[in-house]
């Protein structure tokens, strides 16, 4: 999905396509999946609305919503784990995470 500079996608507040790129440009020093550490990243930094529409684009860039860390565990379980993170788990479930 490239747009013309002066016709990129606004996400809301001040989120670009470029800087939803910016969370997906982790780099794993342990092994853990790189889809996993980004979709932390977006959680927590994200509002849960932006978090949404940052998942739907996560997919359609080719990236894993199912992705684990080294103990086997999915973004979805940790963040849902968390009391705050219900919306955002929602939003991963929304998006066929399991």
């Known amino acids: 999905m490239s747009l013309k500079k002066d016709k990129q996608k606004v996400f809301g507040g001040d989120f670009t396509e470029e800087s939803m790129r910016f969370f997906l440009e982790s780099k794993s020093y342990d092994g853990t999946d790189v889809d996993y550490i980004n979709i932390l990243k977006a959680y927590q930094h994200m509002?849960?609305?932006?978090?949404?529409?940052?998942?739907?684009?996560?997919?359609?860039?080719?990236?894993?919503?199912?992705?684990?860390?080294?103990?086997?565990?999915?973004?979805?379980?940790?963040?849902?784990?968390?009391?705050?993170g219900k919306p955002y788990a929602e939003a991963l479930k929304a998006a066929g995470a399991e």
């Open 47 to 84: 509002t849960p609305e932006i978090f949404a529409q940052f998942v739907e684009f996560f997919k359609e860039e080719g990236h894993n919503v199912n992705a684990k860390n080294l103990e086997g565990e999915s973004a979805l379980a940790v963040i849902a784990s968390h009391e705050p």
